[in-house]
């Protein structure tokens, strides 16, 4: 089974930067790929980033690519989001997953385990 606690979030003018943060507990995690999900208020949960076992494939939506950039320290069982350049748009609760299935592991159904999310905000 596997834990997972994300941490970081908060409230940030347009523009900032944030570092968000999944801290996941049991052996497993260097033998899962994580992703990072964001579901902002009356929309559906939807992919922002993955990033494979190894941490030497990285994955992300459009809307986010060139502005965040996902890594691991499987050493901490840490999986990272660095959100740069943040837009308004990008206001919304992000959890961390654990994935089960293939790259790119863009789809909610592929995950089996989630953390309880961290918001963030982002004002204009």
């Known amino acids: 089974q596997v834990q997972l606690v994300e941490s970081g979030g908060g409230l940030v003018q347009a523009g900032g930067s944030l570092r968000l943060s999944c801290a996941a507990s049991g052996r497993t995690f260097s033998s899962r790929a994580m992703g990072w999900f964001r579901q902002a208020p009356g929309k559906e949960r939807e992919f922002v980033a993955s990033?494979?076992?190894?941490?030497?494939?990285?994955y992300y939506a459009d809307s986010v690519k060139g502005r965040f950039t996902i890594s691991r320290d499987n050493a901490k069982n840490t999986v990272y989001l660095q959100m740069n350049s943040l837009k308004p748009e990008d206001t919304a609760v992000y959890y961390c997953?654990?994935?089960?299935?293939?790259?790119?592991?863009?789809?909610?159904?592929?995950?089996?385990?989630w953390g309880q999310g961290t918001q963030v905000t982002v004002s204009s």
């Open positions: 997953g654990a994935a089960i299935s293939r790259p790119p592991y863009s789809d909610y159904d592929e995950y089996d385990y």
């Open positions: 990033i494979s076992r190894s941490g030497g494939n990285t």
